[in-house]
């Protein structure tokens, strides 16, 4: 079993910045990718952000230059630096883990909040 720890989320002003950490319990070998998705009230879950196991990257449209992820294989650790935030992403991010084969992981969740 992996488990993931997240942590980073809360309160920033607009145009401000944070970086949320996912952290696995365990060896990630066999994992194919990792990232972050979010929700918020009252909205689906959306993809935010991926890496695989291959260091390829891809990104929701709407944080494209402004979001950043990345991973530190020797901690089992991914990040996602977030910059210029605005309101609009105000969401719950959970992270995830997608082995190869085995059903997919995910983190217990962080708030992100952005407010003036």
């Known amino acids: 079993q992996v488990q993931l720890v997240e942590s980073g989320g809360g309160l920033v002003q607009p145009g401000g910045s944070l970086r949320l950490s996912c952290a696995a319990s365990?060896?990630?070998?066999?994992?194919?990718?990792m990232g972050w998705y979010r929700q918020a009230p009252g909205n689906q879950r959306d993809l935010v952000a991926t890496?695989?196991?291959?260091?390829?990257?891809n990104y929701a449209d709407s944080v494209k230059g402004r979001f950043a992820i990345s991973r530190d294989s020797a901690k089992n650790t991914v990040y996602l630096q977030m910059n210029s935030l605005k309101p609009e992403d105000t969401a719950v991010y959970y992270c995830?883990?997608?082995?190869?084969?085995?059903?997919?992981?995910w983190g217990q969740g962080t708030q992100v909040t952005v407010s003036s």
């Open positions: 995830y883990a997608r082995p190869r084969f085995a059903n997919t992981y």
């Open positions: 365990r060896s990630t070998f066999s994992i194919e990718a």
């Open positions: 890496i695989s196991d291959g260091g390829f990257t």
